[in-house]
């Protein structure tokens, strides 16, 4: 178990936003089992940028043709050989970038049925370690402001810090008690020099100082601290051995504060260049805000300029655009600070003016480098951070997508300067990357690990290591711990908890493979045996987990009808926010798969009225009327359903006052982005002997006049004697 344990947090824990993605459950074509040899071949002469396009005002411009558009390296025009407009977060953008890669359109076909958009994928990178306490008290302000007003269903979101204090939350995720939390996490962790006197010594100082041999700048600090501890020998001393003192004390402060900076800087990119390469296996746009009060990377003696480079353009690759903030707000000049080197020699000569300058534009200079490298905008001087969110969401809405087929050797290294712009539209400006991308020669493997001998067919057999044996209980680990989930063999889970007298709170797990998987046809194999296994993890290091072997026989009648395999589990613990991950592998063929939630278990308070998860299933035209027994339906685990189908939900309610559900009342509205689509009313929930001090409550509602797309079902339960509410969502998908 101590195993299974380090295999989960150190996987989980990463470096960077990880966590789970919206899969797309729709049932696919049949095909054959995937091998170890299977590759994705692409084709590495094309070449791609995304560009965006705006007017005068600022507003992003949608519409234009590939005619309109300029293409030219190093000067010279080039052909556009592939083009296309794409909507962020659409579900068609992931088969849209894929198609520019290979040079073939695709778009033209309607969108398979079943498909919903998948939402925005969207970082928020909070650079702890530059921001001051009044900055991170803004920042904190902004992102629960984004997530109560901005997030939309279908997003799937990560806040990640620099210093790593968000632990095991930093994931991927449209879960709100996550985000909140990982919100409340984020405390101060500027590690600024620990010096109590008045003569402040930024990092800028010391690096011009330091590195640029700023004399005045240094003369100035040096003979504040002459004035601050009042160094003046005694009538008839020597002054130069009490200005040595000063000198040297002011010599050791810039060493120390050079040295801290440039480690602190070093982490801040690191661990953002480990955050976009995390990201990769995540198809379309990503949006990334960088928020901080900005760094020094002009330092002749670090490598801060050379790991800027790498993260703008690793940031081209796997489709990030940055938008830097600065969360100091407006810029202002604070003129004579009395509690700070206040040092009339300093001021009169000028010199705290031009530091002042010179500083701000120092600390903003890595901000408009990754933003305006990555095709993004530097948000700069401005209270409003929520408001700088929202004109990014705006800007990022969509983009064009062009391809052309590079000639010469430096348009196929990326050495050529790109320019692209508009014919006749001098209203219009165009933003692109600095860095285009160049699709890696080699070819993207699948998901099955290669046999080191099948990747040089030249190498000498006496080199070649025997192939090694699968081991069924490792690459069951590496699922369970995976970065992404595994798709190999497609899995679904559903989590929902209930709460009992004696047993507590129980998570129920309800998982599910989809039946196409399994090929019969053409297997001697009259079974299937898939190993499982699951836990669930707190951030507390605690876990409990479980181990099943799943049988699944050839059903003609099951198959034909497109019914998925589905079984279940339950897991005892105590209340928490929890991460549920189950892994799969099939032992005739290797193939894993892995699947992730989270759920938040609240502990359970007498006297108030409280209710379980929501559980869901679907009743399909010609399952029978409304009205049936609420078991007669399985849950339905991928929680996607069909327009022309009903909706049926259950739940438990708990600490009923008077032990009677006579006065408890339940309404259900179903919400999209947060506006009601459908309202049902009131209705009271039907008298019933009470069993471990639960109420059960069941209903359902039609799904035909909802459009496909994202939604949040939302049950709230009223006692009306006790005058307590009780409210649980259930988001949802309408194909």
């Given at each position: 178990?101590?195993?299974?344990?380090?295999?989960?947090?150190?996987?989980?824990?990463?470096?960077?936003?990880?966590?789970?993605?919206?899969?797309?459950?729709?049932?696919?074509?049949?095909?054959?089992?995937?091998?170890?040899?299977?590759?994705?071949?692409?084709?590495?002469?094309?070449?791609?940028?995304?560009?965006?396009?705006?007017?005068?005002?600022?507003?992003?411009?949608?519409?234009?043709?590939?005619?309109?558009?300029?293409?030219?390296?190093?000067?010279?025009?080039?052909?556009?050989?592939?083009?296309?407009?794409?909507?962020?977060?659409?579900?068609?953008?992931?088969?849209?970038?894929?198609?520019?890669?290979?040079?073939?359109?695709?778009?033209?076909?309607?969108?398979?049925?079943?498909?919903?958009?998948?939402?925005?994928?969207?970082?928020?990178?909070?650079?702890?370690?530059?921001?001051?306490?009044?900055?991170?008290?803004?920042?904190?302000?902004?992102?629960?402001?984004?997530?109560?007003?901005?997030?939309?269903?279908?997003?799937?979101?990560?806040?990640?810090?620099t210093s790593g204090q968000i632990g095991?939350?930093?994931?991927?995720?449209?879960?709100?008690?996550?985000?909140?939390?990982?919100?409340?996490?984020?405390?101060?962790?500027?590690?600024?020099?620990?010096?109590?006197?008045?003569?402040?010594?930024?990092?800028?100082?010391?690096?011009?100082?330091?590195?640029?041999?700023?004399?005045?700048?240094?003369?100035?600090?040096?003979?504040?601290?002459?004035?601050?501890?009042?160094?003046?020998?005694?009538?008839?001393?020597?002054?130069?051995?009490?200005?040595?003192?000063?000198?040297?004390?002011?010599?050791?402060?810039?060493?120390?504060?050079?040295?801290?900076?440039?480690?602190?800087?070093?982490?801040?990119?690191?661990?953002?260049?480990?955050?976009?390469?995390?990201?990769?296996?995540?198809?379309?746009?990503k949006l990334l805000f960088f928020v901080?009060?900005?760094?020094?990377?002009?330092?002749?003696?670090?490598?801060?300029?050379?790991?800027?480079?790498?993260?703008?353009?690793?940031?081209?690759?796997?489709?990030?655009?940055?938008?830097?903030?600065?969360?100091?707000?407006?810029?202002?000049?604070?003129?004579?600070?009395?509690?700070?080197?206040?040092?009339?020699?300093?001021?009169?000569?000028?010199?705290?003016?031009?530091?002042?300058?010179?500083?701000?534009?120092?600390?903003?200079?890595?901000?408009?480098?990754?933003?305006?490298?990555?095709?993004?905008?530097?948000?700069?001087?401005?209270?409003?951070?929520?408001?700088?969110?929202?004109?990014?969401?705006?800007?990022?809405?969509?983009?064009?997508?062009?391809?052309?087929?590079?000639?010469?050797?430096?348009?196929?290294?990326?050495?050529?300067?790109?320019?692209?712009?508009?014919?006749?539209?001098?209203?219009?400006?165009?933003?692109?990357?600095?860095?285009?991308?160049?699709?890696?020669?080699?070819?993207?493997?699948?998901?099955?690990?290669?046999?080191?001998?099948?990747?040089?067919?030249?190498?000498?057999?006496?080199?070649?290591?025997?192939?090694?044996?699968?081991?069924?209980?490792?690459?069951?680990?590496?699922?369970?711990?995976?970065?992404?989930?595994?798709?190999?063999?497609?899995?679904?889970?559903?989590?929902?908890?209930?709460?009992?007298?004696?047993?507590?709170?129980?998570?129920?797990?309800?998982?599910?493979?989809?039946?196409?998987?399994?090929?019969?046809?053409?297997?001697?194999?009259?079974?299937?045996?898939?190993?499982?296994?699951?836990?669930?993890?707190?951030?507390?290091?605690?876990?409990?987990?479980?181990?099943?072997?799943?049988?699944?026989?050839?059903?003609?009648?099951?198959?034909?009808?497109?019914?998925?395999?589905?079984?279940?589990?339950?897991?005892?613990?105590?209340?928490?926010?929890?991460?549920?991950?189950?892994?799969?592998?099939?032992?005739?063929?290797?193939?894993?798969?892995?699947?992730?939630?989270?759920?938040?278990?609240?502990?359970?308070?007498?006297?108030?009225?409280?209710?379980?998860?929501?559980?869901?299933?679907?009743?399909?035209?010609?399952?029978?009327?409304?009205?049936?027994?609420?078991?007669?339906?399985?849950?339905?685990?991928?929680?996607?359903?069909?327009?022309?189908?009903?909706?049926?939900?259950?739940?438990?309610?708990?600490?009923?006052?008077?032990?009677?559900?006579?006065?408890l009342e339940v309404e259900a509205r179903?919400?999209?982005?947060?506006?009601?689509?459908?309202?049902?009313?009131?209705?009271?929930?039907?008298?019933?002997?009470?069993?471990?001090?639960?109420?059960?409550?069941?209903?359902?509602?039609?799904?035909?006049?909802?459009?496909?797309?994202?939604?949040?079902?939302?049950?709230?339960?009223?006692?009306?004697?006790?005058?307590?509410?009780?409210?649980?969502?259930?988001?949802?998908?309408?194909?």
């Amino acid at each position: 178990m101590r195993t299974f344990f380090l295999i989960i947090i150190s996987c989980a824990l990463v470096t960077g936003a990880t966590g789970t993605f919206a899969q797309q459950t729709a049932k696919p074509p049949a095909l054959p089992a995937a091998s170890p040899s299977d590759v994705i071949t692409i084709n590495t002469e094309l070449v791609q940028t995304d560009v965006t396009v705006f007017d005068k005002s600022g507003r992003l411009v949608e519409g234009l043709t590939p005619d309109e558009f300029v293409l030219t390296l190093d000067g010279k025009p080039q052909p556009i050989s592939f083009f296309e407009s794409v909507k962020t977060g659409s579900s068609q953008e992931a088969a849209q970038v894929k198609s520019a890669a290979n040079g073939i359109r695709k778009t033209e076909a309607p969108t398979p049925a079943g498909m919903a958009r998948p939402g925005r994928v969207v970082f928020f990178f909070v650079d702890d370690v530059h921001l001051s306490n009044a900055s991170l008290i803004r920042t904190r302000k902004a992102l629960t402001e984004f997530l109560d007003q901005r997030m939309h269903d279908g997003d799937q979101v990560a806040i990640v810090s620099t210093s790593g204090q968000i632990g095991f939350l930093q994931q991927l995720t449209d879960n709100e008690a996550v985000l909140h939390e990982a919100i409340e996490r984020l405390n101060y962790k500027r590690n600024t020099e620990t010096y109590a006197g008045r003569t402040i010594i930024t990092e800028y100082q010391a690096n011009r100082v330091a590195e640029y041999n700023d004399r005045a700048l240094f003369n100035y600090l040096v003979s504040s601290t002459i004035n601050e501890y009042q160094l003046v020998p005694a009538k008839g001393g020597d002054p130069r051995g009490l200005a040595s003192l000063a000198v040297n004390n002011v010599k050791n402060r810039i060493r120390q504060i050079e040295a801290n900076s440039r480690s602190v800087t070093d982490n801040t990119l690191t661990v953002l260049l480990g955050l976009m390469r995390s990201s990769a296996p995540l198809p379309g746009r990503k949006l990334l805000f960088f928020v901080s009060d900005g760094f020094i990377t002009d330092t002749r003696g670090s490598n801060a300029m050379t790991m800027l480079k790498r993260v703008t353009e690793l940031a081209s690759r796997v489709g990030i655009v940055v938008y830097t903030m600065e969360a100091s707000g407006v810029y202002y000049d604070p003129a004579i600070d009395a509690s700070t080197n206040a040092f009339s020699d300093g001021l009169g000569s000028g010199v705290a003016a031009r530091n002042w300058t010179g500083e701000s534009a120092g600390l903003r200079e890595p901000l408009r480098i990754l933003a305006d490298d990555t095709g993004g905008r530097a948000l700069l001087n401005s209270n409003s951070i929520p408001g700088s969110i929202q004109e990014a969401l705006d800007e990022t809405s969509s983009y064009y997508l062009l391809a052309w087929r590079p000639e010469a050797e430096d348009q196929k290294n990326g050495k050529a300067q790109l320019k692209v712009s508009l014919k006749n539209h001098p209203e219009l400006r165009v933003r692109l990357r600095r860095s285009f991308f160049i699709p890696s020669a080699k070819a993207a493997v699948s998901e099955q690990p290669k046999n080191p001998a099948d990747q040089d067919s030249h190498a000498d057999s006496s080199d070649i290591a025997p192939k090694a044996e699968p081991q069924p209980e490792v690459e069951l680990l590496a699922a369970l711990g995976s970065l992404y989930p595994h798709k190999t063999l497609p899995a679904s889970l559903s989590v929902g908890y209930v709460n009992s007298a004696d047993q507590g709170a129980t998570l129920k797990l309800s998982m599910q493979i989809e039946r196409w998987a399994f090929d019969f046809d053409s297997s001697t194999d009259q079974k299937k045996e898939v190993d499982v296994i699951g836990a669930a993890i707190d951030d507390r290091g605690m876990i409990v987990s479980f181990k099943q072997l799943l049988t699944v026989t050839p059903n003609a009648a099951a198959q034909k009808a497109s019914q998925p395999v589905q079984w279940n589990q339950q897991l005892r613990l105590p209340p928490g926010l929890y991460q549920v991950r189950v892994a799969l592998r099939e032992r005739g063929s290797g193939r894993t798969g892995s699947v992730q939630k989270w759920i938040e278990v609240p502990a359970v308070l007498q006297g108030t009225l409280q209710m379980s998860s929501v559980f869901a299933g679907e009743r399909k035209v010609g399952d029978g009327e409304a009205g049936g027994a609420p078991g007669s339906l399985m849950v339905n685990v991928t929680q996607r359903f069909a327009r022309s189908s009903a909706l049926r939900y259950q739940t438990y309610l708990y600490n009923v006052s008077g032990g009677t559900a006579a006065d408890l009342e339940v309404e259900a509205r179903v919400l999209h982005d947060g506006a009601t689509m459908i309202a049902l009313p009131p209705a009271k929930v039907p008298a019933v002997s009470l069993k471990d001090n639960a109420v059960p409550y069941w209903s359902e509602l039609s799904l035909a006049d909802l459009k496909p797309g994202y939604y949040q079902l939302q049950v709230t339960a009223t006692d009306k004697r006790s005058k307590s509410i009780a409210v649980q969502r259930m988001r949802f998908v309408v194909q």
